[in-house]
């Protein structure tokens, strides 16, 4: 087991050295690069624009920039935002709450539909239901998320008035019933896809567990047909379930990103769009390593959990 955790965590340190230099590299090639935003200026002349560079550090070359960069990183210096002159950490843990709370509110959200989804299809399968899942699962696959934010505006907030259209909470009221009412309409939006997607895993997965030996065993000797799903059936069915929650962290982040924009909720993607816009680098920087060390961490942990779970595993 210890040998499988060190072999782990050396991927994912190796793996993340490849994205910052990816995406160190990408963001320097830009066209306009990091002194786009002062170019805006119609007092700046060319001599300026040198000196700036200069005290930046961006006349070196571009390795040069990105060894210091990753040696303060290292060190928990991230850099100084563009925008605000505050330190990238304290720009992004300003908005990394926002963000957990909408993807930690969708994910419960996905996995408890979609797994009762999926255990409904298996056991009821080809039935009017199942039909209905899968033609369901389809259209939430194939339609934008941004799509479905607009149209639930436009229903719910517009029309009916049930439900805010933006914003975490009100103005001036910052409680907590208020910060929830704000949140159903973002998270149900953003787990839509996600739902679709647990619902065909977990469907497929205990379509597998159903045929296998073990549960035909039990069935044989009398097992209740309910005691035979929920005790030897799902019980497997949930261990592959385990890895597709730490590779659906990417897709929350994406999904985040686009319904942060929708919904005007303060979180990383709506920080991320933004720093693009005034070409605000390291923050952009520091938000894709976040990204990255959240997306390794989450899979670390379901890869971890696996092997717990499955003793084949630690014995492989």
Not at 268 to 279: A, C, H, K, V
């Amino acid at each position: 087991m210890a040998a499988f955790l060190l072999r782990r965590l050396l991927q994912s340190i190796v793996l993340l050295v490849i994205v910052s230099i990816i995406g160190f590299t990408v963001l320097n090639l830009i066209p306009g690069g990091p002194l786009a935003q002062y170019a805006l200026d119609p007092g700046m002349t060319e001599a300026d624009r040198l000196r700036i560079a200069a005290q930046m550090g961006l006349d070196r070359p571009l390795y040069v920039q990105y060894l210091e960069w990753a040696s303060r990183m290292v060190q928990g210096d991230w850099g100084t935002s563009y925008r605000d002159g505050n330190p990238v950490t304290t720009v992004i843990a300003r908005h990394v709450p926002a963000t957990l709370l909408l993807m930690g509110s969708s994910t419960v959200i996905a996995v408890a539909v979609g797994t009762w989804i999926g255990i409904r299809g298996a056991t009821h399968r080809n039935s009017a239901s199942d039909y209905v899942a899968t033609v369901g699962a389809m259209i939430a696959l194939s339609i934008p998320t941004f799509w479905f934010g607009l149209i639930g505006i436009y229903v719910f907030s517009l029309r009916l008035g049930w439900l805010p259209s933006g914003n975490m909470y009100t103005i001036g009221d910052g409680s907590v019933l208020n910060v929830l009412h704000h949140l159903i309409m973002p998270s149900v939006v953003l787990a839509l896809v996600h739902i679709a997607i647990w619902s065909r895993f977990m469907r497929s997965a205990t379509l597998d567990a159903i045929s296998q030996e073990f549960v035909k065993t039990a069935r044989a000797k009398g097992v209740p047909e309910r005691r035979v799903v929920m005790k030897h059936v799902v019980g497997n069915a949930l261990l592959p379930m385990i890895s597709l929650a730490g590779v659906q962290v990417p897709s929350l982040l994406t999904g985040a990103l686009v319904t942060e924009t929708v919904f005007s909720w303060p979180g990383m993607g709506r920080l991320f769009l933004d720093s693009l816009s005034y070409s605000d680098y390291p923050v952009v920087m520091g938000l894709l390593m976040f990204s990255a060390i959240l997306t390794i961490v989450a899979n670390f942990i379901a890869d971890v959990a696996v092997a717990l779970v499955d003793p084949r595993i630690r014995l492989a």
